[in-house]
């Protein structure tokens, strides 16, 4: 993962200070005056199905343009053997997210995946499964529901990526969708641990 923060950029947001953090929209604008560029998030996968999965990450350019990210699939950890891929531009005009649906997989398998910038930069790798067909053994699903960023502790969700035999993770919800703009913590403030 590349992070690039020029000096002036760095001092600028020094000059705001912990409490510019604070404000509505205080995180977004210092990761824009640190000027943070490449793959400023991690990587996803989701709507698996028999053949195909979404693949999904940000790669901000260091220009502040478009871009054309490609991604790379396999089902070896070490990308001996391209399974499938695809490209897409992105730029400001969509956060500089890339979401790009990969077909032609092989059903009910482990498939590795990892998104290329245009200046050959490597995201981090991703692990993904795509459903089975016909009957199967074995099946296992994690569900989670109702998170609440102000009031939760999230390790399940690091104890559940840890595990190798759940096939499938299924978020039911969260709680943002119940509270009006403004409500959705209730004002609660993280404390450090």
């Not at 990450?57 to 502040?64: A, I, L």
Request: proline residues 5%.
């Amino acid at each position: 993962m590349s992070f690039f923060i020029n000096r002036r950029n760095l001092l600028a947001t020094a000059g705001f200070g912990i409490g510019g953090l604070l404000l509505p929209g205080g995180a977004a604008m210092a990761q824009t005056l640190l000027g943070l560029t490449g793959f400023t998030h991690n990587v996803a996968s989701g709507e698996p199905g028999p053949d195909s999965v979404l693949l999904w990450t940000r790669y901000v350019n260091p220009t502040g343009g478009p871009s054309k990210v490609r991604v790379e699939i396999s089902e070896s950890q070490d990308f001996s053997k391209i399974a499938g891929g695809g490209q897409m531009v992105t730029g400001p005009w969509r956060d500089h997210t890339v979401k790009i649906t990969v077909d032609n997989l092989a059903p009910g398998k482990w498939h590795w995946f990892r998104f290329i910038a245009p200046d050959g930069s490597i995201s981090p790798i991703g692990r993904t499964k795509t459903l089975p067909v016909g009957k199967t053994s074995n099946f296992n699903i994690a569900v989670f529901s109702c998170s609440n960023l102000g009031f939760g502790e999230f390790n399940a969700y690091g104890h559940a990526a840890a595990r190798k035999d759940i096939d499938l993770v299924l978020h039911m919800g969260d709680y943002i969708y119940e509270y009006g703009r403004g409500g959705y913590d209730g004002g609660a403030k993280f404390a450090a641990r």
